[in-house]
C-alpha cells in the first residue's frame, strides 16, 4: 500500500486536479492531504470528500514542518510500504506509476525516489536536483540572493533589475535545464515529487529536517542521505508534471512582492545551512 501526502496552501483547484489525478491510478493508495491554515468551511467539506484524510492546521508550518505531520499520520495509520510527498500542483498520469515504484525499489532498494518533472512551460523543475554540497557553494550563493534582495525591495531599483533581464534575453539564449535520460544512483532530488520507502522512514523521526520554512529541503535531504549512507535514485522511467509556483503566483499576484518574499526565505535557509554545515550537525 502507499500513502500520498499532499501539502495544501490556497490553491484548491491544483490540490483537486492533483488527487483526481492519484485516483485514476492503479493500486492501493491512501490520500492525506494537510492544509496549512488557508481553508475555509465549504473547501474543506469540498476536499474530506475526496481524500481519506485532511488534516487542518492551525496556522502555516511551512513545507517541511506540514508535511511531516502529514508523514507521521500516514506512517502510523497505514504503515505504507512507500510514501509519496507531493505537491498540490503537481499531476501524474502514469496509470502504472505506482507499479514502477515498485518495480524500482527490487532493482535498487532504494531510501528516497525522485521521478523526471515535466514543466508546463518546459523547464524549471529538473532531477537529478543540483545541491549546494559545500561551505564555500551556500556563502557564495547567499551572496547573489542578498545583492537581489536589494534589487527587490527597491521599486526603481527592481525596475532596472527587469528592464536590464529583458534586454540580456535579446542577446543571451536562455539556458534550458532539461532532466536525465538515465538512472542515477546518489543524487539528490527536486522536493516538488519525493518518494519514500519504509526503508528511509523508519531510520528517522522526521521525514524532512525541520530546521527552514520555505525553500532549500532539497539540500538538507541530500545532506542527510549523505551523513547517513541512504539510497537516492533518480528514474526517468517515472514521470510527473509540475506547475511551478502556482500557490506563491496565487498569493503574491505582484512579481516584485513575490520575489521580494522567496528571496527572504531562500536567505533564511542559506543561512541555516551555512551554519549546520560549519557546525558539522546531523540532521
Not at 535514485?233 to 506547475?243: A, F, G, R, T, V
Amino acid at each position: 500500500m502507499v500513502a500520498f501526502v499532499i501539502l495544501h496552501y490556497k490553491n484548491l483547484a491544483d490540490t483537486l486536479e492533483c488527487i483526481s489525478s492519484i485516483e485514476k491510478l492503479l493500486g492501493s493508495k491512501k490520500i492525506i492531504v494537510v492544509d496549512n491554515c488557508s481553508l475555509n468551511l465549504s473547501e474543506k467539506k469540498q476536499l474530506q470528500s475526496c481524500c481519506d484524510k485532511l488534516i487542518c492546521l492551525k496556522q502555516n508550518r511551512g513545507f517541511a514542518e506540514a508535511n511531516n505531520i502529514g508523514c507521521k499520520f500516514a506512517i502510523k495509520n497505514y504503515n505504507p510500504d512507500f510514501l509519496i510527498v507531493i505537491n498540490n500542483d503537481t499531476i501524474i498520469n502514469q496509470k502504472d506509476f505506482l507499479k514502477i515504484i515498485q518495480l524500482k525499489y527490487h532493482q535498487y532498494h532504494f531510501d528516497v525516489l525522485g521521478p523526471r518533472i515535466i514543466c508546463e512551460e518546459g523547464s524549471g523543475s529538473v532531477n537529478p536536483y543540483l545541491p549546494l554540497k559545500t561551505i564555500e557553494e551556500v556563502e557564495k550563493e547567499l551572496k547573489v540572493q542578498k545583492q537581489l534582495l536589494l534589487f527587490y525591495r527597491h521599486a526603481v531599483l527592481y525596475f532596472g533589475l527587469v528592464l536590464y533581464m529583458k534586454l540580456k534575453h535579446l542577446f543571451v539564449k536562455k539556458p534550458v535545464f532539461k532532466n536525465g535520460d538515465q538512472e542515477t544512483l546518489g543524487v539528490a532530488l527536486h522536493g516538488c515529487a519525493l518518494i519514500f520507502s519504509k526503508q528511509y522512514y523508519t531510520k528517522f523521526k522526521n521525514v524532512f529536517c525541520e530546521k527552514t520554512f520555505l525553500y532549500h529541503e532539497e539540500s538538507f535531504l541530500y545532506l542527510r542521505i549523505q551523513q547517513q549512507n541512504c539510497v537516492s535514485l533518480y528514474s526517468p522511467y517515472l514521470e510527473i508534471i509540475h506547475k511551478e509556483g502556482a500557490s506563491l503566483n496565487l498569493v503574491y499576484s505582484n512579481q516584485r512582492r513575490r520575489m521580494l518574499f522567496r528571496t527572504q526565505e531562500i536567505i533564511k535557509s542559506l543561512q541555516i545551512l551555512e551554519d549546520v554545515m560549519k557546525k558539522g550537525e546531523y540532521v
